[in-house]
Nanobody
Framework: QVQLVESGGGAVQAGDSLRLSCAAS????????MGWFRQAPEKEREFVGLTWSGGSTYYADSVEGRFIISRDNAMNTVYLELHSLKPEDTAIYYCAAAGVDNGLGFRPSMYDYWGQGTQVTVSS
């Protein structure tokens, strides 16, 4: 069992930056694929990016070059840095953990555990 707790959200202006954290409890954190998703009001949950156990990353086109995912396996924490924020980035941001990588990390269904989410609001 893995529990995930996100933090670091807030209300910012367009162009600002934020860093979200996702702290994980439980064993074998380093073996998990860690994903970030977001969900805006009345929209489906959207893939943001992921990091594999070795630290490699993959991003959605909409955030490539603006968002950075990193992980600290010693601290059981994964981070999402958001830069050059836009109003359309406004959403609840969720981290998720997958014990098995089926190659479909852009789909929520691959993930076994989810955090409660943290709100990011970007005003123009």
């Amino acid at each position: 069992q893995v529990q995930l707790v996100e933090s670091g959200g807030g209300a910012v202006q367009a162009g600002d930056s934020l860093r979200l954290s996702c702290a994980a409890s439980g064993r074998s954190f380093s073996n998990y694929v860690m994903g970030w998703f977001r969900q805006a009001p009345e929209k489906e949950r959207e893939f943001v990016g992921l990091t594999w156990s070795g630290g490699s990353t993959y991003y959605a086109d909409s955030v490539e070059g603006r968002f950075i995912i990193s992980r600290d396996n010693a601290m059981n924490t994964v981070y999402l840095e958001l830069h050059s924020l836009k109003p359309e980035d406004t959403a609840i941001y969720y981290c998720a953990a997958a014990g098995v990588d089926n190659g479909l990390g852009f789909r929520p269904s691959m993930y076994d555990y989810w955090g409660q989410g943290t709100q990011v609001t970007v005003s123009s």
